[in-house]
């Protein structure tokens, strides 16, 4: 039953890791946690009050591990992407699947450089309402900008 859902012709990777979105014509950042990327779409958990509508377009920017020339290392997407679905996730939040604009550069990669694993250990929570994302967040609008 599983496979009749499935909806991607890609393979996917899980994370837990953050990424950010914005509509085209704001310049406040929301945060979400990403959930599985692949090269041409990424789903992400978001809070409802901050969960955009299918058809919406949307700046994206989350970073990933992928191989470049045969050894591990990250990357980064920073472009427009198009809401394509959302749907219910744990209660409060809302799960957002987006089409990429541009395929990621690399294919990802579910292992983790060791360099990032000592900056954000895996399985970390990620508390979307936490007074550091906020700083976190007025550091990437002005990145944005």
Not at 68 to 80: G, K, P, Q, S
Request: overall charge negative; some cysteine; glycine content about 2%.
């Amino acid at each position: 039953m599983h496979a009749q859902n499935e909806r991607r012709r890609e393979p996917r990777v899980h994370y837990s890791w953050p990424l950010w979105f914005r509509y085209d014509n704001c310049r406040e950042l929301n945060r979400g946690t990403v959930f599985d990327l692949s090269k041409s779409a990424v789903s992400f958990s978001v809070p409802q009050d901050q969960c955009p509508a299918p058809g919406t377009h949307l700046v994206t920017r989350f970073g990933y591990p992928c191989l470049v020339d045969e050894a591990l290392d990250m990357d980064t997407y920073h472009h427009y992407s198009e809401v394509s679905r959302v749907q219910p996730d744990k209660p409060g939040f809302c799960r957002v699947v987006l089409q990429l604009h541009q395929p990621l550069e690399h294919q990802p990669h579910p292992d983790v450089p060791d360099y990032v694993s000592t900056v954000a250990p895996e399985n970390t929570p990620i508390n979307v309402q936490s007074p550091e994302t906020a700083n976190v967040s007025q550091e990437y609008a002005e990145a944005f900008a």
